[in-house]
């Protein structure tokens, strides 16, 4: 071999060295990236970007590299799930399926590795982030009774079965009728229960729509109310009427049975009546009545016949 070729085959090896030496793989010393919580519900997927996840509820924890210049492209990666709860999942995929089944504040840790080279030692580091479990929003509980009084203050009372704080919106319906305007009342509850006070001003049935919501859900309801009218009315108009009724026959009954009195009409008991026969002319007789005031100790005959009169 002549020193031609040496000296040409010295300069590749070591050419050669200079580009294993500067592989770009042994010269990163972190694994840049983030973690990103995904949640299904139903047919949604939401994002959780603000570490705040809901209880009971399939959730998805990816990492997302970020490697704008593909080094780590043919990199094989391993990655361990601390959840916070007790549980640790290892596995090669960037991403990591659970739930949390409790409400709480929870830890969540990654540890990633990363094999740069065939010979180069293992590559790895931590990520952490605290994450805030909350029970969703599912349902809302009237408690007592459906039916309420006319211009009574009325006490409804609601459970919410979601994590606090909670905004409550709430609007009452005369007769159900949509309210053009959408307004409604907005409340902040820091427990489960809302009570309410409302009276009603018209009998029938009435709408109250409650929209609630926390940090992780919402939901909107409506409740029926049968609204009736006050027994306590209904037995003041009875009393009315029956106190018209009793005032009426009583009127009657004192009209019908007190004493009739006499008129001009007929025969006053201080008169003294004569009975006259008169005699006419077709041999007929008829009684005349003279009515004359006696005085005292004067006498007149009761009879008097006025025509032929027969001695014996």
């Known amino acids: 071999m002549d020193r031609k070729n040496v000296v040409c085959i010295v300069i590749l090896l070591v050419f050669l060295g200079v580009v294993e030496t500067t592989d770009p793989l042994t010269d990163l010393e972190n694994i840049a990236g983030k973690l990103v919580f995904y949640q299904i519900d139903g047919n949604a997927t939401y994002v959780r970007d603000t570490g705040e996840l809901a209880s009971d509820v399939p959730t998805e924890t990816m990492f997302e590299l970020f490697d704008p210049q593909k080094n780590f492209s043919s990199a094989k990666f391993t990655y361990t799930w601390d959840l916070g709860n007790g549980e640790v999942i290892q596995g090669t995929e960037p991403v990591v399926r659970y739930h949390y089944s409790a409400s709480g504040n929870y830890t969540l840790r990654l540890k990633v590795g990363v094999n740069v080279a065939k010979y180069a030692p293992m590559l790895s580091d931590f990520y952490s982030m605290d994450v805030k479990v909350l029970d969703a929003i599912k349902h809302i509980e009237l408690k007592g ?22 905004w409550v919106c709430w609007r009452f319906l005369p007769n159900c009728e949509p309210d053009k305007s959408g307004s409604c009342t907005l409340t902040m509850l820091y427990e489960n229960t809302l009570q309410l006070n409302h009276t009603f001003t018209s009998a029938g049935v009435h709408c109250l729509d409650i929209s609630v919501r926390n940090d992780i859900s919402k939901l909107q309801t409506s409740f029926s109310l049968y609204v009736k009218r006050s027994n306590n009315i209904h037995m003041f108009f009875i009393l009315s009427c029956a106190a018209i009724l009793v005032a009426t026959f009583s009127f009657i009954a004192v009209i019908a049975c ?55």
């Open 145 to 166: 009774p459906s039916d309420y009084e006319v211009s009574q203050n009325t006490s409804l009372a609601f459970h919410v079965d979601g994590s606090p704080p909670i």
């Open 258 to 312: 007190r004493p009739r009195h006499h008129g001009s009409s007929q025969i006053a008991s201080s008169s003294n009546a004569l009975f006259l026969k008169n005699q006419e002319s077709d041999g007929q007789s008829s009684i005349l009545f003279n009515f004359t005031n006696m005085e005292e100790g004067e006498k007149e005959p009761l009879l008097l016949q006025f025509g032929t009169q027969y001695s014996s």
